[in-house]
T-cell receptor
């Protein structure tokens, strides 16, 4: 099956710092989503981004489908950004199920 | 904004008991999914459902599991005889026809003792 790898696995930032999270995937995809799992365990949709670039406030994401990676940028990080960030993909022609990466655990400190 | 809802938020059960986890997908969505996340691990696909039948299921989704859409709004996951290893967070998700974005509910934390 498709492999989805995320890096780094853990990240500690000072409040106000910027960061880049990476998601590599091993096959062509028709869906890529970024999620933030908050401390209560809820999965919050951040972006649907199978290709191109999107921005939402302090967050932006870029997917280069031909090179099979996606990047999530967090600028001016806040303590509320802490949690686990997952990317998830579904295969082109492979049905709709999402395959999740192992996540990046982010901690933002004061 | 419409949301996927799930009940209960936390369920504690004894090994061997049956549990039913409930979900109300977003009203105009027609694709429904269940995923699970064992503590500290990644989220795993269990099953997808469309047009009143299972469209895909994973190896995890064995004969102990079943899904049902008993009425026009609810979507349920039943575990017939729970095992200790079924302890996990279970997420329901839904999506519209013609789009790929899946929207997730807040999850049900299942604890099997």
């Amino acid at each position: 099956g498709i492999q989805v790898e995320q890096s780094p696995p853990d990240l500690i930032l000072q409040e106000g710092a910027n960061s880049t999270l990476r998601c590599n995937f091993s096959d062509s995809v028709n869906n890529l989503q970024w999620f933030h799992q908050n401390p209560w365990g809820q999965l919050i949709n951040l972006f649907y981004i199978p290709s191109g670039t999107k921005q939402n406030g302090r967050l932006s994401a870029t997917t280069v489908a031909t090179e099979r990676y996606s990047l999530l940028y967090i600028s001016s990080s806040q303590t509320t950004d802490s949690g686990v960030y997952f990317c998830a993909v579904s295969l082109t022609g492979g049905g709709n199920k999402l395959t999740f990466g192992t996540g990046t655990q982010l901690k933002v400190e004061l | 904004e419409p949301e996927v809802t799930q009940t209960p938020s936390h369920q504690v059960t004894q090994m061997g008991q049956e549990v039913i986890l409930r979900c109300v997908p977003i009203s105009n969505h027609l694709y429904f999914y269940w995923y699970r996340q064992i503590l500290g691990q990644k989220v795993e696909f269990l099953v997808s459902f469309y047009n009143n039948e299972i469209s895909e299921k994973s190896e995890i989704f064995d004969d102990q599991f079943s899904v049902e859409r008993p009425d026009g709004s609810n979507f349920t996951l039943k575990i017939r005889s729970t095992k200790l290893e079924d302890s996990a967070m279970y997420f329901c998700a839904s999506s519209q026809v013609g789009t790929d974005t899946q929207y997730f509910g807040p999850g049900t934390r299942l604890t099997v003792l």
